[in-house]
């Protein structure tokens, strides 16, 4: 069935690398989505990737897909504390998003 | 509108009396679905409305949750008879229905069920 899986937890020190990593199962998808939510707030999306990339940038994102893995990462380059949040990973399939538990991104000073 | 409108942003009610969550999705977009977000948890799906399409209620957890989009526009969540296990965050999204499907979410509405 379909099921996109994550960590529910990461902690990186501030200033390093954050790395979330997914896995998802659906190889049809067309695009795959990265949502961040802050505490309180409703999702926004952060950036998606087209299912025949390898790589896309964004400033200090940037999303890696293995397809024949069907694994999904969003590397944050110099993690600052405005960073912490939950970030959800999300492929698309016939419109709908299926979408992963999140992972809590924790930020240590 | 600019963005996606949830109202109210909270509720709190008692159990067993129903609510009603109020969604305004971006103009002109065609996609409108409803999720649920419980403490700590992920997104539960709960409906879909694409257009005039019959809409996904596949989510729905129980035929106390019901949802309705009028005109094509503004969509109403109800919950009938309300448990406690109801309190959560409703999340409403929206989106142009197009094959790159990004959808905009508003707030949320947090709902306490006491």
Known sequence: GEDVEQSLFLSVREGDSSVINCTYTDSSSTYLYWYKQEPGAGLQLLTYIFSNMDMKQDQRLTVLLNKKDKHLSLRIADTQTGDSAIYFCAEDSNYQLIWGAGTKLIIKP | ?114
Do not use: M
């Not at chain 2, 996609?31 to 399409?53: H, T, V």
């Not at chain 2, 448990?83 to 707030?107: H, M, P, R, T, W």
């Open chain 2, 1 to 114: 509108g600019a963005g996606v409108s949830q109202s109210p942003s909270n509720k709190v009610t008692e159990k067993g009396k129903d609510v009603e969550l109020r969604c305004d999705p971006i103009s002109g977009h065609t996609a409108l679905y409803w999720y649920r977000q419980s403490l700590g948890q992920g997104l539960e799906f709960l409906i879909y409305f694409q257009g005039n399409s019959a809409p996904d209620k596949s989510g729905l957890p129980s035929d106390r949750f019901s949802a309705e989009r009028t005109g094509g526009s503004v969509s109403t969540l109800t919950i009938q008879r309300t448990q406690q296990e109801d309190s959560a965050v409703y999340l409403c999204a929206s989106s142009a229905g197009a094959a790159k499907n990004i959808q905009y979410f508003g707030a949320g509405t947090r709902l306490s069920v006491l």
